[in-house]
């Protein structure tokens, strides 16, 4: 059964920390593995896209690393601001289909400061 | 912004009743989608579109139905409203074959 998996569910760090969320999935054929952001009340915004031959890609304080060897992800936060208090979404893609998208659950991080 | 509304962004209704949901674009994508998110899972797709009335199901359809007689506009509607419908909705557009945007999404709450 295709399935994504993230932890933790949630996290509480200090403002300026850094952090790392992770994501494991099962999905086959894979295509690619994206993580979004999700603001409360907002709809999801894609952070980072990674196919299968990349394993890392950055968008600012934003860090995605990918093996898809041992299908894992993770998501790597650098001096965390307020701002980044969201949940943070784990999409992975199959092979062949506009419909097959896999989606965590999703961790629900707090920055405090 | 990336030109996607929802309406209306919050209702209450009772259960029973039939409910509509619009997506409204102005991207001029070609493929609409319309997920649930309900706590503790990821979003399931509903129904999507690839054209004007060119729709088909996603993993959880049962209750629901969707119409596309424009480009611009992705309506789902519950035409009998259940408890278990209560849901946040998300409506989604790309040209590829993934969703690329998603709008802030309409909370639904059925009594």
């Known amino acids: 059964k295709n399935q994504v998996e993230q932890s933790p569910q949630s996290l509480i760090i200090l403002e300026g920390k850094n952090c790392t969320l992770q994501?494991?999935?099962?999905?086959?054929?894979?295509?690619?593995l994206r993580w979004y952001k999700q603001d409360t009340g907002r709809g999801p915004v894609s952070l980072t896209i990674m196919t299968f031959s990349e394993n890392t890609k950055s968008n600012g304080r934003y860090t995605a690393t990918l093996d898809a060897d041992t299908k894992q992800s993770s998501l790597h936060i650098t001096a965390s601001q307020l701002s980044d208090s969201a949940s943070y979404i784990c999409?992975?893609?199959?092979?062949?289909?506009?419909?097959?998208?896999?989606f965590g659950a999703g961790t629900r991080l707090a920055v405090h400061p | 912004d990336a030109g996607i509304t929802q309406s209306p962004r919050h209702k209450v209704t009772e259960t029973g009743t039939p409910v509509t949901l619009r997506c409204h674009q102005t991207e001029n994508h070609r493929y609409m989608y319309w997920y649930r998110q309900d706590p503790g899972h990821g979003l399931r797709l509903i129904h999507y579109?690839?054209?004007?009335?060119?729709?088909d199901k996603g993993e959880v359809s049962d209750g629901y139905s969707v119409s596309r007689s424009k480009t611009e506009d992705f309506l789902l509607t519950l035409e009998s409203a259940t408890s278990s419908q209560t849901s946040v909705y998300f409506c989604?557009?790309?040209?590829?074959?993934?969703?690329?945007?998603f709008g802030d999404g309409t909370r639904l709450s059925i009594l």
């Open positions: 579109s690839y054209g004007v009335k060119d729709t």
């Open positions: 994501c494991n999935y099962t999905v086959s054929p894979f295509s690619n």
């Open positions: 989604a557009i790309g040209d590829g074959n993934q969703p690329q945007h």
């Open positions: 999409v992975v893609s199959s092979s062949g289909g506009y419909n097959k998208l896999i």
